[in-house]
């Protein structure tokens, strides 16, 4: 049985100092060993490697990222209320996807809420302060400064989504104007007459995108994709729920309704029954997401699938080699820099557009 000794009376944990003094070594030879510096003699490193082994020293992991320029951190940005993060399976799918992709690093993994000014500025000086070695920022709104601020003090970031077309950030995102055109395709297909549409908030990218597919749609088909067969939601249930008695009002006819997301689509489904609508019978219902919702819906939702696990992987991955090639990057000097372009030039970041694919089920 080992026999592990602590080097001070009533269980102290053991100094950097002691280590030194039972080796006979300087403090910084042994901190040079811990960090595994090859300037170090063999026979020190041995030296200092028995004394930790005898006095079960165990390294302080801040003080050594402190000292080594890192955070071994990176935080997870979700600038929504809480009650958005818990409700919508959306972001618990991008969650499990980023950590089983950190669970193999050192990397601790920081969820962030940003619910006011208040908050994002206060995140605002604690990423300056590089408190963190990188973020992910998933839900992005237009309007969000911060993946400017994140390029202007080069912090390694990737978003989960884009702010527009013409996106400078590194980002992770799916063919949305794809997957929605497929989905509207289908149930033209199906022989609906009066396709309508609940879209997100149009101050993010991949609602308008969602909204671009259904109108390409619609177009292709020769069928008028005017404002009357439009509702303006916000990706929660109670938007979808709210847009459907809107569209219900306005064209008492529609007989289709394509949903920018599954969450919403329960939403709508509500919204029918309390008209009394059949799904599909009367109105023929499909969502965007394939997450948990659909598959729990009576009937079962028809739906455009995206990875969302794969993605928040994808996500990871991105951030995890954009750290390693950051010029100077805190705690990963060996690396290999970033290719120089003149001053403050930097290589465009990685853009990944992941496809998806209608899961047809009884809603339609």
């Known amino acids: ?32 060993v811990i960090n595994g510096s090859p300037r170090v003699s063999d026979r020190t490193r041995a030296a200092v490697q028995a004394a930790v082994a005898e006095l079960g020293y165990v390294p302080n992991r801040a003080a050594r990222a402190l000292a080594a320029g890192s955070a071994d951190a990176i935080a997870l940005v979700v600038p929504e209320p809480e009650t958005r993060l818990f409700a ?7 969650l499990r996807g980023v ?14 809420l940003i619910r006011s ?34 390029e202007r003090i080069e912090m390694p970031a990737v978003l989960n989504g884009r702010r527009s077309g013409g996106e400078t950030v590194p980002y992770v995102d799916c063919d949305n104007q794809g997957g929605a055109q497929q989905a509207v395709e289908h149930l033209i297909g199906r022989g609906r007459r009066a396709v309508a549409t609940i879209t997100g908030p149009l101050d993010m990218y991949v609602a308008q995108c969602r909204l671009e597919g ?65 799904v599909p019978g009367d109105v023929a219902l499909v969502g965007f997401d394939d997450s948990a919702v659909a598959r729990h819906m009576d009937p ?21 080699e954009l750290m390693a090639r950051e010029p100077g990057a805190r705690g990963r000097r060996d690396r290999p820099p970033l290719p120089a372009g003149g001053a ?21």
């Open 214 to 278: 259904y109108r390409e749609a619609m177009r292709a088909a020769g069928r008028e994709d005017g404002e009357r067969l439009t509702a303006h939601g916000d990706f929660t249930e109670e938007g979808g729920h709210r847009a459907m008695r809107e569209l219900l009002e306005r064209e008492p006819g529609v007989d289709a309704v394509f949903c920018a997301s599954d969450v919403m689509a329960a939403g709508a489904r509500l919204a029918l029954r309390e008209a009394g609508r059949t």
């Open 344 to 364: 403050g030039a930097r290589t465009p970041g990685p853009r990944l557009v992941l496809p998806t694919e209608l899961v047809r089920r009884g809603s339609s």
């Open 88 to 94: 919508e399976p959306y972001f618990s799918g991008i």
């Open 1 to 32: 049985m080992a026999v592990v000794r602590t080097g001070r009376a009533g269980g102290a944990r053991p100094t950097l100092e002691q280590v030194a003094a039972r080796a006979g070594v300087g403090r910084g030879t042994v901190s040079r």
């Open 117 to 150: 000014r208040r908050e994002r500025d206060r995140f605002a000086q604690y990423v300056t302060a590089h408190r963190v070695d990188g973020v992910l920022l998933i839900s992005v709104h237009a309007d969000d400064p911060l993946p400017d601020l994140l």
């Open 99 to 112: 950590s089983a992709e950190l669970a193999d690093t050192d990397m601790q993994l920081l969820l962030t």
């Open 300 to 320: 079962p939702l028809t739906t455009v699938r995206q990875p969302i696990e794969e993605m928040g992987r994808a996500m990871a991955r991105t951030l995890l």
